[in-house]
């Protein structure tokens, strides 16, 4: 078992950065991919970024070049650096390990986070 706890999240005013951690228990998160997903209100939760190896990491074009995923093996944490924020990037944004190579779909991802909100203002 993997439990997850993100932290990070707050207000920003559009154009602000935030940096969100991601502390992982249980097991290494370098057996795993770890990915970030969001859900506004309303909508689907929705895939953000995914990162497996510091060489392999992507993006959904929303937040390509803004969103940076990193991890550190040996803090088992995985961070989210986000610039450059928007009203759009409103949502409460939530942690998953996966298997190796996992996609942007969620399915794929067995351990969750509680989630942290990201609030944007114009």
């Known amino acids: 078992q993997v439990q997850l706890v993100e932290s990070g999240g707050g207000l920003v005013q559009a154009g602000g950065s935030l940096r969100l951690s991601c502390a992982a228990s249980g097991r290494t998160i370098s057996g795993y991919t770890m990915g970030w997903f969001r859900q506004a209100p309303g909508k689907e939760r929705e895939f953000v970024a995914a990162?497996?190896?510091?060489?392999?990491?992507y993006y959904a074009d929303s937040v390509k070049g803004r969103f940076t995923i990193s991890r550190d093996n040996a803090k088992n944490t995985v961070y989210l650096q986000m610039n450059s924020l928007k009203p759009d990037d409103t949502a409460v944004y939530y942690c998953?390990?996966?298997?190796?190579?996992?996609?942007?779909?969620?399915?794929?991802?067995?351990?969750w986070g509680q989630g942290t909100q990201v609030t944007v203002s114009s």
């Open positions: 990162v497996w190896s510091p060489a392999y990491t």
């Open positions: 998953a390990a996966g298997p190796i190579g996992a996609s942007s779909r969620s399915e794929v991802y067995h351990y």
